[in-house]
């Protein structure tokens, strides 16, 4: 199964606001995301993640919770990072 297309846009529309899918910071630096959060970040990962040191194969530091997920300081700057290189346009 292929993952979906990652394509270029502006911040995603959760619940009717541009959160991106973030939803809260929670403690120990952790935040608490979206289902689409989460779904962009895997496909990210599927796309890119061979670009990331050591290579990412699947989604790590992310956790389903009640009301979303929860994603670690180093799940939210692997998506930053990912973000970034599909941002460039780099073939995957």
């Known amino acids: 199964m292929a993952p979906k297309l990652v394509e270029p846009s502006v911040p995603s529309m959760d619940a009717g606001s541009p959160t991106s899918g973030v939803l809260t910071i929670l403690p120990g630096t952790n935040y608490l995301v979206t289902e689409l959060w989460s779904e962009r970040y895997t496909a990210l990962i599927h796309q890119y993640g061979?670009?990331?040191?050591?290579?990412?194969?699947?989604?790590?530091?992310?956790?389903?919770?009640?009301?979303?997920?929860?994603v670690t300081s180093d799940g939210?700057?692997?998506?930053?990072?990912?973000?970034i290189l599909s941002k460039q346009l780099l073939k995957p």
């Open 50 to 70: 061979t670009n990331y040191i050591p290579p990412l194969t699947e989604p790590r530091w992310i956790t389903p919770t009640n009301g979303g997920f929860v």
């Open 76 to 83: 939210m700057a692997a998506m930053c990072y990912l973000n």
